[in-house]
Each structure stands twice: as C-alpha cells, then as structure tokens.
C-alpha cells in the first residue's frame, strides 16, 4: 500500500521534471507546493465535503541533471495516518527523467517506522572532497507526554546518493543515568 503512494507520487514528479524545459527550483517549488485535498460525499440531499489532508513535493537540485525531492502527504484513511514524507532522488538520462534512489528502499540503520511517518526537512552543507553534502532532518509525531525530537540523515553525493551518518536523536537524548539532556546524541555510520 504505501509504495503504491509512493510510486504515483514518482509519475507526477518525473512528469514535472520532464515537462519543464529547463527546470528550475523557484519555479519547481511554486508548482508543487503543498495543497489541500477533499472529497465531496452526496448523500440523498446533503452534501459533505471531507478535508483528506495536504500532498506535496519539495525539490532541491544537487547538479546539473540530478534533484532530491522530499514527498509530503499528511492525509488520512478514516483516523490512520498515510506516510507523511520520504526523500526520493530523480536524475535526468538521455532527456528523460526517472528515479535512481529513494529513502523509503533503502535499507540503514534508521528506524524504518519513525523516518516513514516523519516531516522532513532539507539542509544543504556544501562540498567536500568533490561530493556534495547535505543533510535531511526528520521529525515524526511525538507521542503524548514526549518532547518532539528529529533523525539526521547526512548524505552525500558525487554519483549517487549514498547515506553517510545517522543522528538518531538530535534534538535531546537520553544520557547513560537516564536524564534527558538538550542537544544530539551519538552519531552511527552508514555502512
């Protein structure tokens, strides 16, 4: 179920992609911004509209033929939360855009469950030794009672993206005697 969410998402964004001439993120980002779903329901003489929640897609070029867009869907089945993001990699190859890599099917040292029903969010961190870095941050609901707390994922790429680092806690984390302390905990890396 959730890859086929997932994988309609990669038809509207590769069809974004291939139907702008040159594109640009400005312009990406305008066209794609998140919007409002419902559903009208007819029920005899009434009429119902139903807020299904918001899709979707932010776009960041890393070069001159590859983009990372990170796919947001905060819509719900009844009272169960869809997917809320995930970040997916589309590359331009003999004019044609299509996906070369997604979060959601790789597999890591990430808590599968929490980085699916995460917002994300996009930092870039520059280049080092010829590959571009940046980070992704992915918060997921906090349950009552917890402090809401984010995962960072530091990537790099110079041909593909590949995971480097993993801060399972960035925000606070526990320390050894249990205490909650402000600030990240340790850093894993990405085999």
């Known amino acids: 179920q959730v890859k086929s969410w997932w ?3 990669d038809r509207e964004v590769i069809s974004v992609l291939s139907n702008a001439k040159k594109p640009v993120e400005e312009e990406l980002n305008k066209e794609t911004a998140p919007v409002e ?3 009208t329901e007819h029920k005899g003489t009434e009429i119902e509209d139903i807020e299904l929640g918001k899709v979707g897609v932010e776009f960041h070029k890393l070069d001159g033929k590859t983009w990372l867009a990170i796919l947001t869907n905060k819509m719900f089945s009844g009272s169960t939360p869809l997917p809320f993001g995930t970040v997916r990699f589309y590359k331009e190859v003999d004019g044609k855009f299509q996906k070369v890599a997604a ?3 790789m597999e890591g040292p990430w808590d599968k469950d929490k980085i699916q029903f995460s917002t994300v969010q996009y930092q870039p961190m520059g280049i080092k030794k010829g590959a571009i870095q940046f980070s992704t941050f992915h918060q997921w609901p906090a349950k009552s009672g917890d402090k809401a707390n984010r995962t960072q994922i530091i990537w790099e790429f110079k041909d593909a993206p590949k995971p480097v680092t993993l801060v399972p806690e960035v925000d606070w984390h ?10 990240h905990g340790d ?3 990405v085999p």
């Not at 050894?176 to 302390?181: A, E, I, L, P």
């Open 174 to 183: 526990k320390a050894s005697d249990g205490t909650v302390v402000m600030g």
């Open 7 to 9: 994988d309609a998402y």
């Open 187 to 189: 850093a894993y890396d």
């Open 103 to 105: 979060l959601d099917e």
């Open 37 to 39: 779903l419902s559903v």
